[in-house]
């Protein structure tokens, strides 16, 4: 069984259906009642908890071991009305921090896969985002690096995957129809011509969890396309 964070995030989806392939998933949540159900596979299981609430690791680790749960991927994001920077740094990395020691306490022998969802903020400045986001995604970076190295031995095998800048998403679709110079000119920038895909992230995610070789800890995976390869005058040319 797997535990995917994330809420209602197109990309978290994607990937608790594709894992919802191999096995139940519980997809972790704000609110559960007002959840579009109808985008989840049927094994997807809703669990309800804000990440905020300083007990939230504790009731993770609760439905990690009645569930009998492995495999883990940590891909909430909380945005600026979601709270002060403060609670944002909490959120997305302290109660990250806290569970995976829970975790390992709790399972010490067992094999435990986990994957933590960062943003090509971790090594480029964004123009689009706050001082805090580029703050929690570099230190989340960090944090896998920091428990590949200390424990590795303790049946840990962690690693980050950071989605480019461009995904295709549902809910961009109208935006680049009414900025469509925009658009092409993101497809012309990006080497490959194509933004990158939810589902390429999900099925990275899965074989991160189940598949890929244990040797293969504290990685750090950039998804997109090549793009931050190539000088971006593309993006800002207005011809």
């Given at each position: 069984m797997f535990l995917v964070t994330g809420g209602r995030s197109e990309i978290a989806i994607t990937i608790a259906n594709e894992l919802a392939k191999l096995d139940e998933v519980i997809l972790v949540t704000r609110d559960?009642?007002?959840f579009p159900k109808s985008n989840?596979?049927?094994?997807?299981?809703?669990?309800?908890?804000?990440?905020?609430?300083?007990?939230?690791?504790?009731?993770?680790?609760?439905?990690i071991k009645f569930y009998s749960i492995r495999n883990i991927c940590f891909a909430h994001r909380l945005r600026k009305s979601d709270g002060s920077e403060a609670d944002r740094f909490f959120g997305e990395v302290l109660q990250t921090n806290n569970l995976l020691n829970l975790f390992l306490k709790n399972f010490p022998d067992l094999e435990k896969r986990v994957v933590i969802l960062t943003s090509p903020a971790t090594d480029l400045v964004l123009s689009d985002q706050d001082f805090i986001y580029h703050a929690t995604k570099s230190a989340l970076k960090m944090l896998v690096r920091y428990f590949a190295?200390?424990?590795?031995?303790?049946?840990?095998i962690i690693n980050s995957v950071a989605p480019g800048s461009f995904v295709e998403k549902d809910r961009s679709k109208d935006f680049y129809?009414?900025?469509?110079?925009?658009?092409?000119?993101?497809?012309?920038?990006i080497p490959s011509?194509?933004?990158?895909?939810?589902?390429?992230?999900?099925?990275?995610?899965?074989y991160l969890l189940t598949d890929s070789p244990r040797s293969m800890s504290g990685t750090h995976v950039l998804?997109?396309?090549?793009?931050?390869?190539?000088e971006p005058s593309g993006l800002i040319s207005n011809d």
């Open positions: 559960s009642k007002t989840l596979e049927d094994s997807v299981k809703l669990m309800e908890l804000n990440l905020l609430d300083t007990d939230a690791s504790l009731k993770l680790l609760q439905a190295v200390h424990h590795s031995s303790d049946s840990l129809k009414v900025e469509r110079n925009l658009y092409m000119r993101i497809i012309k920038t011509g194509k933004m990158t895909q939810k589902k390429e992230i999900a099925n990275l995610v899965k998804l997109d396309s090549g793009l931050t390869l190539v």
